[in-house]
């Protein structure tokens, strides 16, 4: 039976991991140009801010939940951010 630490974090980053959106993208236009299915394509970036919550749920290291919380984010969010700079137009010019 899972503990209701996980079942919260697990909730939480569901919940959470869809805030992005309304701010930011990344946004489907951007991977239409280069014929790649954009609307296809962006679901990596939703699904992995969306599991940042459990991650953090099912792992022991480091023990504050407000520093496990960051670098699992960034853990699991960084391998995208190689995508976003192949990009053109995003990143670095």
Known sequence: MPSRYLI?????????????TLVHGPIAEKFNILYIQG???IWGW?????????LVG???????????GPLCGFLIVF?????????PGCGFP
């Open 8 to 20: 919260t974090c697990t909730l939480l980053g569901l919940a959470l991991g869809w805030a992005p």
């Open 39 to 41: 609307n296809i394509a």
């Open 46 to 54: 939703y699904i992995a801010r969306s599991m940042i919550g459990f």
């Open 58 to 68: 099912i792992t022991h290291w480091p023990r504050p939940w407000f520093v496990r």
């Open 79 to 87: 391998p995208l951010t190689w995508v976003s700079l192949a990009m």
